[in-house]
């Protein structure tokens, strides 16, 4: 079993950035695939960006590429998306997500059923 716990939002100004974070207990996370996704007020859940085990790959919506990077250090358990040039439209709930037994695979994994545990959010505001 892996718990992921996200940190790092708030509320920030258009143009701004921010940093979230994740950390994963148990053995499996540099086994994991990690992925982000949101959910905005009144909207489904959407993929936001996605790293390979070992970090080498990403793959990312269009909505965020070249603002948004998502990074990894599997020596603390952690995956993070760093966030630049935040809109208005990027208010929601970011949620990590872990696809395990990942090693050595790779595919853009956009999709909820790609991934096999969640954590619990956290909320970014962005004021315009």
């Known amino acids: 079993q892996v718990q992921l716990v996200e940190s790092g939002g708030g509320l920030v100004q258009a143009g701004g950035s921010l940093r979230l974070s994740c950390v994963a207990s148990g053995r499996t996370f540099s086994t994991s695939a990690m992925g982000w996704f949101r959910q905005a007020p009144g909207k489904e859940r959407e993929f936001v960006a996605v790293?390979?085990?070992?970090?080498?790959?990403?793959y990312y919506a269009d909505s965020v590429k070249g603002r948004f990077t998502i990074s990894r250090d599997n020596a603390k358990n952690t995956v993070y998306l760093r966030m630049n040039s935040l809109k208005s439209e990027d208010t929601a709930v970011y949620y990590c997500?872990?696809?395990?037994?990942?090693?050595?695979?790779?595919?853009?994994?956009?999709?909820?059923?790609?991934?096999?545990?969640w954590g619990q959010g956290t909320q970014v505001t962005v004021s315009s």
């Open positions: 997500a872990a696809r395990k037994n990942a090693v050595g695979l790779w595919g853009l994994w956009s999709k909820e059923q790609d991934y096999d545990y």
């Open positions: 790293i390979s085990w070992g970090g080498a790959s990403t």
